[in-house]
Nanobody, 127 residues
């Protein structure tokens, strides 16, 4: 089993920055990739970014490309999401997820690819 705990959410003004963290524990040696999803009120959960655990390959949804950066610290079993130039449309609950199955690599944008999920952290961007 893998447990994921997100942190770093909060309220920021448009144009500001926020850094999310997700710490993994348990059987972390099984993780092949981690990703971030978000869910805004009244909308479906959507893929934001993911990163392969070994190679560090990354992939981003078009709406955050150039503004968000996903990274990982393998020694700390932690993945980060640096969010810059935040917009009100970025407001959502952000979820960390981990894959222990399937091939290594990035671009796994469907929630069904992921085996473990964090509880979510709220990000609110005011205008």
């Amino acid at each position: 089993q893998v447990q994921l705990v997100e942190s770093g959410g909060g309220l920021v003004q448009a144009g500001g920055s926020l850094r999310l963290s997700c710490a993994a524990s348990g059987r972390t040696f099984t993780i092949v990739a981690m990703g971030w999803f978000r869910q805004a009120p009244g909308k479906e959960r959507e893929f934001v970014a993911d990163i392969s655990w070994s190679g560090g390959n990354t992939y981003y949804v078009d709406s955050v490309k150039g503004r968000f950066t996903i990274s990982r610290d393998n020694a700390k079993n932690t993945v980060y999401l640096q969010m810059n130039s935040l917009k009100p449309d970025d407001t959502a609950v952000y979820y960390c997820a981990a894959r222990s199955s399937g091939p290594s690599g990035s671009g796994f944008n469907a929630p069904t690819f992921y085996d473990y999920w964090g509880q979510g952290t709220q990000v609110t961007v005011s205008s």
